[in-house]
């Protein structure tokens, strides 16, 4: 109040409209400044929300999880930081490169494919600013008007978030929120990467580990299959070597040599398989494809054992399809296929056993090739063991069987070079069964059954 | 029976396995749920997965904009966030304690009449004294936005009770801070325009605080012009243009011009040139801006013509400094162990709107530090008890209440 005499109702008045005046202005400062603070305070917000994503993210890699769950984890994390109302992680179209496939969404349902002939790297909507012809297809995917895009060339991978509003909890889109996308981006790129390379790690580790069984069996197996025969060949040789009263007559010199060509022989298809296995494992063979009868192909394959079934006591059996049909094969590699499997059967059948060999055309119109025996059978623990390579899956009561365990791993690599399937089935004393399911489109009906169609 | 309360609390995009998660932390089974469900999940999914979880048996609450909940030994899960992926829910299990759950699904026909109607069902069935929480769906259409008005609810519930003496506390529930949509659960099925009133028995009585967050930044303006929510004129000049004007600067800066929370109108109660204290004033959000007309619309439409406002500014710090002291003032009156607390918290508070380095929701459970089952949710308005006198819808302030056995 005014000093001297009572002020007069003008002056008093003027007094109100001045304190008025001045608390309505020192009211609307203090409203800017709570204004400027907050605007200050929501951008170190954005700088915290990116730090809390970033942090966020990276524990995602520490589960234990598929690559492919990635992207879902990423778009929640990306919606609780960022507060968006939805958002889309989305690959570049391989075979269109001006699209984009949409591989994961968050709050949209709405279409799964984006067509943008000249993606930018950064883009934004926002009420205050002119529109964006590029940002339509991105407001139509999402559905939502305001929009903020990254997308990096080098990985075709792009991220999409949208709100509905720009009001409220959501700010307007600005310049200042690439931050917040591109290093959004960025890290589900590098958590991909990471991942894929530590699944990648972890498979290799394990192909490292199984190549080290596999070389331990190797040496194991072929330092008992191996020396037999060489022993066999320097033994027999030095009996034919000496002289004197050592020195061997013709009958003994014929058999000493028939011995060493034996053990050639064994050797050399020891070296074969190997070979095989060995050029099966990194690449698929190459096969000469010709229409056959299944059932002059079972016959041939029968026939070259007669001789050491017989021998054995063994009676093999063949069962061709009636009707007639012809498979699409490669004749040399599936003789091949019949001779390991049923080489295998010989060796697991007791004398007075029976081998049967087989082919039916299938419900599907594939048809099927079995190999069945009365063999000692395999215990079902052993089963998943007998298509490893050098593995030798047999009785240990029973008499030991001689070979590289590298039969039936071939048969499966050349069966399913074929597109076909190869399944076993056995169990202790009821035999065994190996069964090579062909495809409907390698099979037709026709052909004959009694001539041999090559070879 | 043994009379348990609990709550749970988990955040995540699936809501079935959201929901197991909150189903983890309650002990035992439940005669009835209160279930604040984000507004980014589809509720019949939400539905679907609390019945999978709970059963069929009463369900109350509805979206929120996000959840809340207190944490520690035997009482579940703490957090809070607004993302609209979180979901809070308390158990209620025991006569003792659990609430009669009433409905009205009458809003879009008329506020007042369906207010009234829930109240007479109140009166029907509360005792004199009884805490009632009322839960409302806030929005009435979204193009354009309009809200159910709480204060046109109240107004008919109040006087259905023909003067029965309630604490009456409530929120408007909301998907989303921009007030896209809101849903309910009307006790067994999703509604939409309906209301809840969850009478609670009155074993339980309650206690509640207003936290508040505005200061005046104007001298005295009279509202000269007014249709409803819809102010058009403060002393006689266009209303936007007096705040514009005022302030200097602009009030729909944002696309659409909706929602600015840059400020907000306050009618100061009781003496106007009393001392300033945050209890005295009722705030109303401004919703809309039309420089058209020259108008703003406010939240709610019982400002009329004569009511002297002030423009209100948000203040951070006044907002965690009411935090505090309205906690302890609420301590202090509290006498033996609480069975329960609730928190309804403006949505606007959260500090991605405020900008405040701290959250208010955050700050409540640190100084509450709740040793008892407390859940809360981001709401549109809330309703309490005002000023000693019958409960008002307000705008920009967390009504917190606890509830104690009685002795």
Redesign the interface.
Known sequence: MTDGPNPSFEQLERELQYY?RE??E???R???A??E??????E??RSRTVARLVREAYQIIDQDIPAETIG?LM??TI??TA?C?CAALLLVDPAAPERFLVQHA??TTTPTLLTLPDPPDHLYT???TPPVAAAAPMIDLLGV??ILWAYDPATGRALLLGN???????R?FEAGDRELVDVSLAVYNDLLVRKRAEIALREAKQAAEDANAVRARFLATLSHEFRSPLEAVIGFSELLLQTGRQTPGPEQKDEFARQILDSGHRLLALVKDILDFSRFNNTVPYLRRDWLSLGVLLRNAVRSFAAEAASREIRIDVAVPEPPIEVSIDYERFRQILANLIGNALKFTPAGGVITVGGIASAGDGASITVSDTGIGIAPQDLPRTLEPFVQVYDPAGPRVSGAGLGLPIAKQLVEAHNATLAIRSAPGAGTSVIITLPASDVRCGGRQSEPARG | MTATISTGYAAGIDVAATVARCREQLPGPADLILAFVGGKHDPEAALAALRASFGDIPLAGGSAAGAIAGGGTGVGTGGFGYSGLEIGIIAFSGPDVTPKILTNRDLLESEEAAGQALGRAVRAQAAPGSAVLILFDSVAASAPLRLHPASRIMAGFHAALDGLPLHVIGGGLLTDINLSDGWMFDGHAIAKHAMTALVFPPGLHAATAILHGCRPVSSFFEITRVEGAEVLELDGQPALTVIERTLGLELGTTSGQQLSLVATLGQKQGDPFAPFDENNYVNRLILQADPARGSITLFEPDFTIGTRVQIMSRDNALMLESVTQGIADLEAGLHGACAFGLYIDCAGRASVMTGAETEEADLVLRTLKPGFPFIGFYSGVEIAPFAGDYSRPLDWTGVLTVFQRTA
């Open positions: 008025r608390y309505n020192i009211g609307a203090l409203l800017r709570q204004e603070q907050s605007r200050v305070a929501r170190a917000r879902p778009l929640a919606a609780d507060v109302d968050f709050g926002a009420g205050r008007p305001f509905r509003t720009e009001s409220n909890i959501h307007a």
